[in-house]
């Protein structure tokens, strides 16, 4: 058994480096729980649609094959974590991806898991 790593172990300025640059706790919590919204299958499904186009509940709930109360749930889950933004013509409230951050974020992940190994 080695005692001792045999890696090339980064310099003291490169680890103050890069400890000065790690975000705030209070940041990376956030940052948890930011992922933590990806971490559904069924919110997953409603991002994907919402990536493709505006939509209501009804439509949201025919596409996903969910109850429209189910919809609503996980919608107000991705609003209040704001992944999704809405838009109301007369009675009708439209969803929509919040930005293009969120777009990016979820373009990268197909990209990566579509990747072969």
């Known amino acids: 058994m080695i005692d001792k790593c045999l890696c090339k172990l980064i310099s003291e300025e490169e680890i103050d480096k890069i400890l000065g640059q790690l975000p705030t706790d209070d940041t990376i919590a956030k940052l948890a729980e930011f992922f933590k919204v990806f971490g559904d299958p069924s ?6 649609f919402l990536s493709r186009s505006e939509l209501c509940v009804a439509d949201l709930a025919s596409l996903a094959k969910m109850g429209q109360s189910a919809v609503s ?3 107000k889950t991705l609003r209040l974590s704001r992944f999704v933004k ?15 951050h969120i777009q990016s974020l979820f373009d990268v992940a197909l990209e990566h898991i579509g990747e072969e190994a």
Do not use: A, F, I, W
């Not at 919110?43 to 994907?48: D, G, V």
């Not at 809405?86 to 293009?100: N, P």
């Open 43 to 48: 919110r997953l499904k409603l991002l994907y």
């Open 73 to 75: 749930h996980q919608l």
């Open 86 to 100: 809405t838009r109301k013509e007369g009675t009708v409230v439209y969803y929509s991806l919040e930005d293009m």
